[in-house]
């Protein structure tokens, strides 16, 4: 039997269209696709290396900037004094408690802080008095300690004839009081 001719545009038996013809990619369409891809690629790699970065721990960041003093020294001689507890107002209607001892490099610097107990409290106080509405959160409890440690050390460097130093203050107790 000898097939028939069918007109261009008609659909074969059974119902599936012919695919059109392939048409060869351009140069432009190459170029631009590869464009595309390395912008992607270096997108991905900046999002990545920007984005994706683990945040330094709380150690790290509170460390950086800070005295190497505070870092506890096995081998070093270490001496507490006790401050006691301060109460200070705040103002509207807020007080803060706070039972506070320092660290401090060894017995002679602990010495000097007990001669100076007064000025060392009045100092203490100041400190309290200006950083402690932000003690409720931990980053404003950090502030605070080095406030107080930074005033102290200023204090013992004033002395004559100290080399010791504030390495820690530790807070004992931090109330906050509102009425």
């Known amino acids: 039997m000898a097939e028939e001719e069918k007109p261009e545009g008609a659909a074969p038996e059974g119902g599936a269209e012919e695919a059109p013809p392939k048409k060869k990619l ?33 150690s790290e960041t509170q ?28 103002g509207q209607g807020k007080t803060l408690k706070a039972g506070i001892q320092i660290e401090v490099s060894d017995p002679a610097t602990a010495e000097v802080i007990r001669k100076r107990l007064p000025a060392v409290k009045a100092e ?20 605070l300690k080095d406030g107080i440690r930074n005033t102290l050390n200023g204090i013992l460097d004033s002395t004559k004839g100290n080399q010791g130093s ?13 009425k």
């Open 26 to 58: 351009s140069l432009l369409t190459i170029t631009l696709g590869l464009q595309s891809v390395i912008l992607l690629g270096a997108a991905g790699f900046i999002a990545k290396t920007v984005f994706m970065q683990k945040p330094k721990d709380l």
């Open 63 to 90: 460390l950086t900037g800070r005295t190497i003093a505070s870092i506890r020294d096995v081998e070093a001689q270490v001496t507490n004094v006790d401050l006691e507890t301060f109460t200070v107002s705040l």
């Open 124 to 143: 203490v106080l100041k400190t309290l008095s200006a950083k402690g509405l932000q003690s409720e959160r931990l980053s404003g409890k950090l502030d």
């Open 166 to 178: 504030v390495r820690d203050v530790l807070l004992q107790d931090l109330i906050l009081v509102l």
